[in-house]
């Protein structure tokens, strides 16, 4: 699990702070437009002769809404940040297919290898394939999310965590071919 993908369940909105609806489905250019307008409105350099109190707070929600423009215009921590709004967040021990857990297993062995080997072809096409993978989980979350009934919404949280795993050893991938260059 990587820490910087979960969003606490305790964190502000991130879709409230840029004033954007709940959706998976916002294209980027929305999400872009929103967060520029947004951090116009509360750029701390607005509040240079504001009270050091007031400039201070300008900071803190400066930074926030740079947090939630963070998770927003990226499609798996929006997907996560929606879950955790419909009181599904994603646990540190969530159980997971057994079947996965071994594929997932072997292709890391195979990897090792070719690292070990120095064999930057075959990292190349793991990682082609990873990311295959991560695209047709990523647009399969769409509809799950406009569904929003309660069996899409476990699956999207399915995929979810599948797609940690995913990015995760797409990581693997970056850093033996950069290992090798």
Known sequence: MQPETMIPAS???PFAMLGLPPRFDLDTASIEARFRERSRELHPDRFIGAPAAERAQAMVRARALNDAYQVVRRPQRRAEAL?????LAIGDHERLDPAFLNEILELREELAEARVAARTDDVTRLQATMQ???RTIEHGLAPLFAAGDPASLAHAKRDLITLRYVMRYLEECGAALDEHE
């Open 11 to 13: 964190a502000p909105d």
């Open 83 to 87: 879950l955790v709004r419909a009181g």
């Open 132 to 134: 295959v993978r991560q």
